[in-house]
Each structure stands twice: as structure tokens, then as C-alpha cells.
């Protein structure tokens, strides 16, 4: 069986590698987040990167079920800081917590021109992928 994909390596040491020296245009991308039942409906989009103003609920953890928005993507560790979403230092200083994308579910999207278009593309890909789909089947 030939491999789907030629670009990326099946290899565990060279997929951590492509991984975690990944630059940052591919990291945003690596750092999607799925969306709300609602929006999926809406946008005809199951993910999408995550972005500073995005308003989440994380879904795994010890802070399952809290809710926030996005205070920033911090693309070097992986990880997004979400409002209110913090812990206390031994001298009282509040210091954000680190939630991967991957464990939020995004609620409120902030739209842009830019993000739209994303999301338009999304919505036509899939419907392309739909209607082959269903060519297929009826043959």
C-alpha cells in the first residue's frame, strides 16, 4: 500500500521532529480547534485555526466546562491562554494556564474579511466532497 500523503514521514522520530521545530505558519494550523455544534452547522466547517479573540469552553481537564475568550495564542509552546482561566503563585501573582486548541470547543467566532473567506472555502470543499460522495453511491 503507497502512503496518501508523500510529505509527511510515518516515522515517529521524524514526525516529532517536523512537529516541534514546525514554523509558525504551520503551527497555526496545527492549532485548530473544532467548532460549537452551532457554528458547524452554520459554516459547514468541523475546525478552524484558533485566533486571539475567539470566545471557547475547554473540554477536557481540570477545567473542564469553564468559559472564556482567548487572550492569546502562544504559538512557540502550543498552547492558547484563556480568560479567567489561571492559577495563583506561592507570592499571590495570577499566571495563565496553557490549554492546547485541540481541548476547546470554539463558541463565538471573531469574523473578519479574511476569516470568512476561510470559512467560505471550507464550506465549498466540503460540499464538492459531498456531492462526489454522493455521485459515487448512487452508481
Not at 492549532?31 to 470566545?55: F, T
Amino acid at each position: 500500500m503507497t502512503k496518501i500523503n508523500s510529505s509527511l514521514h510515518s516515522s515517529r522520530r521524524k514526525s516529532r521532529k517536523a512537529h516541534f521545530s514546525a514554523p509558525s505558519s504551520v503551527r497555526r494550523t496545527i492549532m485548530s480547534a473544532p467548532l460549537s455544534k452551532e457554528l458547524r452547522e452554520k459554516h459547514n466547517a468541523r475546525s478552524i485555526p484558533i485566533r486571539k479573540d475567539d470566545e471557547v469552553l475547554i473540554t477536557r481537564g481540570s477545567n473542564k466546562g469553564r468559559e472564556g475568550k482567548v487572550t492569546s495564542v502562544y504559538r512557540l509552546k502550543y498552547v492558547v491562554h484563556i480568560e479567567r482561566v489561571s492559577r495563583e503563585k506561592s507570592n499571590g501573582q495570577a499566571v495563565p494556564i496553557g490549554i492546547h486548541p485541540s481541548k476547546c470547543v470554539v463558541t463565538k467566532l471573531k469574523l473578519d474579511k479574511d476569516r470568512e473567506n476561510i470559512l467560505e472555502r471550507i464550506g465549498k470543499g466540503r460540499e464538492e466532497q459531498a456531492k462526489k460522495r454522493k455521485g459515487t453511491d448512487s452508481a
